[in-house]
């Protein structure tokens, strides 16, 4: 909306002249002031892995405690805050923005597009996401961090029972970061249906690019709910609203209802993505299309709608009713169809193709296996009779983990593998990649499998810890040596990405199309040039760019119709208009902490925030579109007035 | 209502198709404000059990009128109501069962 | 303008509609909110003892007609007609704030009467949802105040009337959510205590 007047400025209406906009350059202002989306979404994939293997340490403490009875590494009370930033952490600002780095990267040149429809949005979302994750982990330092667990029920989040100021934290933390997911949301919403390349329909788009979509749209129905189940406990800790005052006859279970009906769209918003990468990773390996394209794509879109409808069956032992637990139960079940259908089409995918087990695909058939798990033991708990046993132990543990850790991180690190040439121009070494994948399946096992045991045992979730003689002791010890595995598999990643940058340094970029890859993005070289596309691609089918590439023979044979090279785009126009990096971003984004700040220690502190916020709206309002002496085109679209130098980039 | 002359020069780009003249625009007002009238006359004269359908009714009736014709929805793309309407018909499902399972409506 | 978009529809305007149908859910929730805690008013005093439908009423009206001189200002730029569009923004811009000025009066009055935000679940919740539109409302007014500066800076004009389009979508929307409040919220029969 704020681009509104900025972007119809024309020549003789140029806005005020000291508001001049950075000009680019390579150095760290080059990445604070951008507004490319490659380079946001490298900025939210190293954001996420950074806070990823914060969230990691903290299950490693929590693997520690409980490794053996009477566990003394953390007290009760450290116990609850690290359980809940483990929650927090994963959730709100690992794998939400791992995804959003993906759909950063990854929507624009699946699409054929040059950027996103607002570039500096864009910008905006990441580093308000990036304040508002520094600012709830600034709790550690501050008085301590939320303990309340990750979904944060009132009234036991109140000042009543979690009197310190974690919660407070907690409560303007996820707001910041909601603000984040929304902006992005309807950008990325915005993008998708507007800047597609010609001929590109809504069905000829990748599945990756439907499922972002399809999470896009979820995002931007469902954080309004977070925001407002947010509000009411901020201004409940804040300011002494009564909306979880039970004594004046409040509802307990409000928050829970607000939270869940934001919470399980926020399940698919965190899964969907990774089916979409696997969706593309999958027929790449196995040298077939993906089978029934638009059953995925429904399917997807069913996940979607059906994940608005289930909420109540984290509730079933809050008193909701038998008739509302029929109801919530009954729909749980059948949001499983669409879900089967998706583990359906990528065995069909496979089936009969000539697979080849590279480390993305490895994690592709990783998610399948473990998220099928997942999805089972999901299904043993929509029947809410055998879930009155199930909650609260650590059986939900084990199943959510298989979900989230099986469905999705191993998702993502396919991603990671199958796209890290096209983003930094190298492969990652493919020997360590399976390594790292075989390592981590065996930590993932060995940590959560047991924990279904724990779980029907009656080990109970949240507790710091259990005295010996429960039958408890064994398992705990493996769960814990499991999760030291899972973090070696992790330290292989990283390894495996220095080594790999280090072997990389002074070789040119590795070929256009390592994996002989079926979409748009493929097209321009690696890593990609800022503009993207030199040209902008007419598409015409579905793996537009496998079909380039293959076509058949009398036949009917497959035979290769042009090499990579030859399709692939040079990435050596020049002069392509592109939109200039601003500073103002950053700067809205480091209002909202302070803003933040104030509410909780000082209300003073709110003037700084106050005035850099408004501050920044209203300087990136009549900010200058673009560099003036440039050409005067929009600045986001498909540009023919390329025009000899006038590159600002 | 200066506005007959003048509307002639709208550009090319903006078609919208036709767009309300200002006077078409104050009839709709009109309308709004007769049934925002009835509206409060509810207050004042009592109809019993009628009451609350007839409140919904004129209620959306006013919220279709400035969305249709104060919002250009009728007039504009459809996209723009597929979006408005997403949100509408998502908000009144969760929310009308959220409060059934509170059970809102029979408490009385 | 005229972008070559896959739609045919301009960003800005698609990415306010995006917004708008997100907005459905936030004031879905303030509203079922309100709704569950209309009957718990503990000790306080209760919606039907405080509301005076009269005085809402009219300021009900008075944002109402706002939208009506929020289009008339679209219409103008439209046209070209910039002097009708200036006086057509203040117009709005001077609706909102006669609101703004009845919902603070209609605020302390509560508060005087004993209705504060802490007295019950049922205040918290008509604060909260009252202050929220509120707050809408005044954001809105900043926005019509911005246009009316660009307007006499000169830079409001008949090429860049979808800013006026736009800001005028959220205008609207802001005061149908006041129509569903005011039916659901004051004149459907309130409890008394």
Not at chain 3, 163 to 168: K, M, N, P, R
């Amino acid at each position: 909306m704020t681009d509104t007047i900025s972007e119809e400025v024309t020549e003789e209406q140029r806005p005020l002249g000291v508001y001049t906009r950075p000009k680019g350059g390579n150095g760290w202002r080059d990445w604070i002031t951008t507004v490319d989306h490659k380079k946001i979404g490298i900025l939210y994939g190293a954001a996420a892995l950074f806070f990823f293997i914060i969230g990691g340490i903290e299950a490693l403490l929590i693997r520690l405690q409980l490794a053996t009875p009477n566990g003394t590494v953390l007290g009760a009370d450290m116990y609850n805050q690290v359980f809940t930033m483990h929650g927090v952490t994963m959730i709100f600002l690992a794998a939400m923005p791992l995804a959003a780095a993906f759909a950063n990267y990854l929507i624009p040149l699946q699409i054929g597009a040059r950027d996103v429809a607002f570039p500096r949005l864009n910008a905006m979302s990441f580093w308000v996401f990036l304040a508002g994750g520094i600012f709830i982990n600034l709790s550690w330092l501050l008085g301590g961090a939320p303990d309340g667990g990750w979904f944060g029920y009132a009234p036991n989040t109140g000042v009543i029972f979690s009197p310190s100021v974690g919660m407070d934290f907690y409560a303007i933390g996820l707001q910041i970061t909601g603000i984040a997911s929304l902006v992005s949301a309807i950008n990325l919403t915005v993008t998708v249906l507007n800047m597609r390349a010609p001929g590109m329909t809504l069905f000829k788009m990748p599945v990756l690019t439907w499922m972002l979509f399809v999470v896009q749209l979820l995002l931007v129905f469902a954080m309004p709910v977070i925001a407002v189940a947010l509000f009411l406990l901020m201004f409940s800790r804040q300011f002494g609203a009564n909306f979880f005052n039970t004594e004046m006859g409040a509802d307990p279970l409000l928050w829970q209802h607000l939270f869940w009906i934001f919470g399980h769209p926020e399940v698919y918003i965190l899964v969907l993505p990774s089916f979409g990468i696997i969706s593309e990773v999958i027929p790449t390996f196995s040298r077939k299309p993906i089978f029934g394209y638009d059953f995925m794509v429904f399917s997807g879109i069913a996940i979607g709608f059906m994940g608005w409808g289930v909420w109540a069956h984290h509730m079933f032992v809050s008193g909701i009713g038998p008739l509302s637990v029929a109801a919530f139960s009954l729909s749980t079940m059948f949001i499983a169809v669409p879900t089967g259908v998706k583990i359906l089409n990528w065995i069909a995918t496979m089936w009969g193709g000539r697979v080849k087990f590279s480390s993305p695909m490895l994690f592709s058939v990783g998610v399948i296996s473990m998220f099928t798990i997942g999805g089972l033991s999901g299904v043993t708990h929509a029947l809410s009779p055998a879930d009155t046993q199930q909650t609260d132990t650590y059986y939900i543990v084990a199943h959510f983990h298989y979900v989230i850790f099986g469905g999705i991180i191993f998702g993502l690190f396919a991603g990671l593998y199958f796209w890290w040439p096209k983003v930094f121009g190298h492969m990652l070494d493919e020997k360590m990649g399976k390594i790292n994948f075989w390592v981590m399946l065996v930590g993932f096992n060995m940590t959560f499998g047991p924990m279904h045991v724990l779980g029907l045992q009656g080990m109970s979730r949240r507790i710091d810890t259990y005295s010996p003689g429960f039958g408890f002791e064994a398992w705990n010890m493996v769960a814990t040596i499991g999760s030291f595995i899972i973090a070696l598999s992790v330290l292989i990643f990283l390894i495996n990405v220095v080594t790999s940058v280090k072997k990389a340094r002074g070789k040119p970029p590795c070929g256009p199309d390592p994996w002989d890859a079926r979409s748009l993005e493929w097209m321009t070289p690696n890593p990609t040039p800022e503009h993207n596309f030199d040209e902008i691609p007419t598409v015409e089918s579905l793996d537009e760019f496998w079909h380039r590439k293959w076509g058949t023979d009398d036949e009917g044979q497959i035979v290769r119709v042009a090499t990579a090279e030859e399709v692939c785009q040079k990435g050596t126009a020049t002069g392509v208009h592109l939109p200039s990096p601003s500073y103002w971003p950053l700067i809205f984004a480091i209002g909202l902490p302070l803003l933040g700040l104030g509410l909780i220690f000082n209300l003073w502190l709110t003037l700084p925030g106050g005035i850099l916020i408004v501050t920044a709206l209203y300087a990136w309002i009549f900010e200058p579109v673009d560099d003036p002496d440039g050409p005067h085109g929009d600045h986001h679209e498909v540009n023919e007035e390329i025009s000899e130098g006038a590159s600002d980039v | 209502m200066d506005t007959s002359e003048t509307t002639t020069d709208v550009e090319e780009e903006h078609e919208h198709h036709e767009h309300p003249s200002d006077g078409k625009y104050m009839q709709i007002a009109l309308i709004l404000a007769i049934i925002t009238a009835a509206e409060v006359a509810t207050y004042f004269v009592h109809i019993g059990d009628a009451l609350i359908p007839t409140l919904m009714v004129m209620m959306v009736v006013k919220f279709w009128i400035v969305a249709a014709w104060f919002m250009h929805l009728r007039f504009d793309s459809k996209m723009f109501t597929r979006f408005f309407v997403s949100g509408i018909v998502l908000a009144i499902s969760v929310y009308f069962i959220f409060l059934t399972v509170f059970e809102f409506w029979t408490e009385g | 303008m005229s972008e070559e978009t896959t739609t045919g529809l301009s960003h800005n305007k698609l990415a306010m509609w995006v917004f708008l149908g997100s907005e459905c859910l936030l004031f879905g929730a303030l509203i079922s909110t309100y709704l569950l805690y209309r009957n718990k008013f503990y000790d306080g005093p209760a919606p039907g003892d405080i509301f005076d439908i009269p005085f809402t009423s009219v300021s009900s009206f008075v944002l109402l007609m706002s939208s009506l001189t929020m289009v008339l200002a679209l219409a103008a730029i439209q046209r070209g007609d910039i002097r009708n569009n200036r006086l057509w923004l203040l117009t709005t811009a001077l609706l909102g704030a006669v609101f703004i000025g009845g919902q603070v009066y209609e605020f302390t009055t509560f508060i005087r009467e004993g209705l504060g935000y802490t007295t019950s679940p049922f205040s918290s919740a008509f604060f909260t949802l009252t202050g929220f539109h509120g707050v809408h409302v005044s954001l809105g007014i900043v926005m019509l105040m911005s246009l009316l500066i660009s307007s006499y800076r000169g830079k409001l004009t008949q090429k860049n009337s979808e800013t006026v389009e736009i800001i005028g979508l959220y205008w609207h929307f802001v005061d149908v959510v006041w129509i569903i409040i005011f039916t659901v919220i004051y004149l459907v029969p309130n409890p008394t205590s």
